[in-house]
């Protein structure tokens, strides 16, 4: 339980997870008194047995075998799904970031996941029969990547792309002859790379001198590629009747980008869409009838990859359909259905707990449409597109993203933007909590992250309410909550809860703003205030029972020896965020850039360690080992030295929030979006 030590029976201690990141009440805090001890020196050296990494450093590289997590929601993993393929072979696979990739062998109905050892953040994929073919994006690196048995084995790569001389690959097709397509862009000049022979050699089988986007393949072999410039210009749709060796434009000034293409399988009635518009035609591209569309060809340009601020690879796949019928999804931010080839298509609005599931789709030989998207959403519809259900487990996608986690005696509790839930099945299955929402519980002074820290132990919940000036509690795991208020004074506000000793003692401390620092022996019931003769705002703590450790929002870490009675304050030259333990005779504190600190004494000295050089989000000591999430960042750095050294390594998630899971796993958790949920054993 994060903030207090495990019961002595166990081994370790249990480790405090301090919310990171967050903004507290502004407040000015007074400035030690003279007589504290003098500032760590950041740039001092810890004896030989404890190397320091160099600065700015994590000083290891990733490890050859990342770490196993194991996805609690969405299942059957939460990785955003940027390509989906089907064939009678292999069912229906879904592939996208870190090599994701999950398979339906039942129309969607059910799926396993895997993820390829090769970690490549798949961007477009197509079968023919069981061979998997996928463009790979790694390390800036783009390649044409193979894969049988339905992408059972790990995937071959079949070419390179230099980005300086090949230039960026836009999207891929096969046809039933074996004959790859694929198409890049090099200096606003787009290609398309055709191969007889499987990918084995791949030709520039045509080039023009705007871009090239989006390739369709029809099931009698006709290719169409898409693409076109910004104003006059407008948009191109071409071509080819020969397995690419000549192509002929049958679409020209479509009036707007062309970002994705689809037809039928004569190649008479064919759909294109662009960033505003869906553009189709029942001539063979003789002649093309628009229709406005506030989302046609992928919605908003901010979504892209890695955040690129230029056009993304959702207008590339802008729209895919049913040959049998007519109809066609278009793909991207938001999603709209078109039927019978016509213009005017509707957004798809059936189906809110599908999420952002709309990135990717394809057709099954059934007539079932799967599509797939953002941190893994995958949604299916049996009725040709008219109404679609989520076919991805997501228990928690509430739309309000995850606050907080705590594990307690098997019990897993997680805070929700919009309420509480409790699993005791190992996040299996979730039951709502009492009527218990962070909206409720924050001010406008307090942010909801703010909420991170709070408490749980055996049958007792409690979580601060900062605008009431009081804790909410629980004595039945959360079936119902009372407030307690708490002896604040004018301008105190608590925003953190967490556990003041071993297992089941009944000690919680609450901190806040303005030197606020309670604590209860009754197990929240009752509370009374601690003086640290300080009015630092203060972010949270640690505690075995008898030393207390608080970090205050001014750089400096508070100490007691004998149970809160005493303090002795600590300032340090850089902001700290959070402190945390596994074992009482070792204690943690992290900055906010990422800066260590070790105290082997109980507080009286701190050695630095590493300098990570990355704004922390997440900080949890598990068993001896230290673990980093970082703002904005795809990785996590962990240690096993006592943190003089940090290696890196691929995290489920982007910035996610860190929290200890009792058993010396971890928790990582996405605080906005589809409510991700991960967990390292």
Not at 337 to 348: D, K, Q, Y
Not at 382 to 396: F, H, Q, Y
Not at 431 to 441: G, R
Not at 631 to 636: A, G, P, R, T
Request: aromatic residues 6%; charged residues 20%.
């Amino acid at each position: 339980m994060p903030g207090r030590a495990r019961s002595p029976t166990r081994r370790s201690l249990r480790a405090t997870l301090i919310p990171l990141g967050l903004l507290l009440l502004a407040a000015c805090a007074r400035e030690p008194a003279s007589t504290n001890p003098p500032p760590v020196a950041v740039d001092a050296r810890p004896p030989p047995s404890a190397p320091v990494a160099p600065s700015g450093v994590a000083s290891v590289a990733a490890p050859v075998v990342p770490p196993e997590w194991h996805w609690v929601n969405p299942r059957p993993q939460g990785e955003t799904l940027n390509a989906v393929a089907a064939s009678a072979g292999c069912g229906v696979l879904a592939l996208g970031r870190e090599g994701a990739l999950v398979r339906s062998t039942d129309d969607g109905v059910t799926w396993s996941d895997r993820h390829w050892k090769d970690r490549w953040d798949i961007e477009f994929a197509t079968l023919d029969g069981e061979t998997l073919y996928a463009i790979g994006v790694r390390r800036g690196t783009s390649a044409l990547l193979s894969s049988g048995a339905c992408g059972s084995g790990e995937p071959k790569v079949l070419k390179t792309f230099d980005r300086a001389t090949d230039g960026a690959c836009n999207d891929l097709a096969v046809d039933r002859a074996g004959h790859l397509y694929v198409t890049t862009v090099l200096h606003q000049r787009g290609r398309v790379l055709c191969s007889a022979d499987r990918g084995a050699t791949l030709r520039v089988c045509d080039e023009r001198a705007t871009p090239l986007y989006a390739l369709f393949v029809s099931p009698t072999g006709t290719v169409w590629v898409a693409g076109g410039n910004r104003g006059t210009e407008g948009g191109v749709v071409r071509e080819s009747l020969d397995q690419g060796a000549t192509w002929r434009t049958i679409g020209s000034q479509l009036g707007t980008l062309v970002y994705g293409v689809w037809g039928d399988t004569e190649g008479k009635r064919l759909v294109a869409t662009g960033a505003s518009e869906v553009i189709t035609s029942v001539t063979s591209g003789a002649t093309w009838t628009p229709s406005t569309s506030i989302c046609a060809g992928g919605g908003s340009m901010m979504l892209g990859p890695n955040d690129a601020p230029w056009v993304h690879n959702d207008f590339w796949k802008g729209v895919t359909g049913n040959p049998a019928t007519g109809t066609y999804i278009t793909l991207g931010g938001c999603a709209q259905r078109g039927t019978g080839f016509s213009p005017e298509a509707r957004m798809i609005t059936s189906c809110p707990s599908c999420g952002g599931a709309f990135r990717a789709a394809t057709v099954t030989s059934a007539g079932t449409w799967i599509s797939a998207g953002w941190e893994g959403a995958i949604a299916r519809s049996v009725d040709d597109g008219a109404t679609w259900e989520a076919s991805a487990p997501n228990p928690l996608n509430q739309g309000h993203g995850i606050v907080a986690v705590r594990s307690d005696a098997g019990h897993l509790f997680v805070l929700l933007g919009n309420g509480m839930v409790r699993s005791d099945d190992g996040g299996q299955t979730f039951v709502p909590l009492a009527t218990l929402a962070a909206e409720e519980l924050r001010t406008t002074e307090v942010s909801t992250a703010d909420l991170a820290s709070f408490a749980v132990d055996g049958p007792v919940v409690l979580v601060p309410r900062p605008g009431h000036g009081a804790v909410a509690r629980s004595g039945d795991r959360g079936a119902a909550f009372a407030e307690v208020s708490l002896p604040l004074v004018a301008g105190q506000v608590v925003t953190h809860v967490w556990p003041g000793g071993a297992a089941g003692d009944g000690v919680f401390y609450a901190s806040g703003s303005h030197g606020a620092l309670l604590r209860s022996r009754d197990r929240g019931a009752h509370w009374g205030t601690v003086s640290l003769g300080a009015e630092d705002d203060l972010r949270g703590g640690w505690s075995d029972g008898r030393d207390v450790y608080v970090v205050s929002a001014v750089s400096r870490v508070f100490h007691s020896g004998d149970g809160g009675e005493h303090w002795k304050p600590t300032p340090f030259e850089r902001e700290l965020l959070a402190v945390a333990a596994s074992r009482e005779d070792e204690v943690f504190v992290m900055g906010r850039d990422g800066d260590v600190f070790r105290s082997v004494d109980r507080g009286e000295t701190w050695v630095p360690g590493a300098r990570l050089g990355v704004d922390v989000r997440g900080f949890v000591v598990e068993n001896g080992r230290l673990y980093v999430s970082a703002n904005e960042d795809d990785h996590l750095r962990t240690s096993t030295d006592h943190g003089a050294t940090f290696a890196i390594e691929p995290s489920p998630m982007r910035g996610g929030l860190l929290f200890p899971d009792g058993k010396d796993g971890v928790y990582i958790a996405r605080e906005n979006g589809f409510s991700g949920l991960a967990h390292l054993p």
